[in-house]
């Protein structure tokens, strides 16, 4: 589900976005960054920072999926340390993608967005022993 709406969504937001919107991107990056995804603090951010896209791009339809793509964020980063610590940091390619967004360029937030689930779901795998 997340390859299919999240891309897209990335794009929609670009295109869409306004000074409002970013910034609860931002402040959803800021509480990221000295917590991790391994703490629950660090997941609340995470998922704000996704609903904060979705949001941006001012589609009732992608904003009601807000809470699915949350669960999914949920389950993928918990799922990546159930065994061990967290592979690696996602901050980095969150930031990269909000930097995308914010520079109105539709393709690239979609390509960052793209990575950014493609890295999510190998270290899932990589954590499950896939």
Avoid: C, Y
Wanted: glycine letters at 6%; proline letters at 7%.
């Amino acid at each position: 589900m997340r390859r299919i709406v999240e891309p897209a969504a990335a794009e929609l937001a670009a295109l869409r976005r306004s000074e409002r919107d970013l910034a609860p991107m931002g402040a959803a990056l800021d509480g990221m960054a000295p917590h991790g995804p391994a703490v629950p603090a660090g997941r609340v951010a995470d998922q704000a920072f996704h609903h904060a896209i979705l949001e941006a791009t001012g589609n009732a339809p992608l904003i009601a999926l807000s809470s699915s793509i949350a669960a999914s964020v949920t389950w993928t980063t918990i799922h990546k340390q159930r065994r061990r610590a967290l592979p690696r940091d996602p901050l980095s390619e969150h930031r990269a993608l909000h930097e995308a967004i914010v520079s109105g360029d539709a393709a690239l937030p979609r390509a960052r967005m793209t990575e950014l689930i493609r890295l999510a779901l190998a270290d899932t795998e990589l954590a499950m022993g896939a």
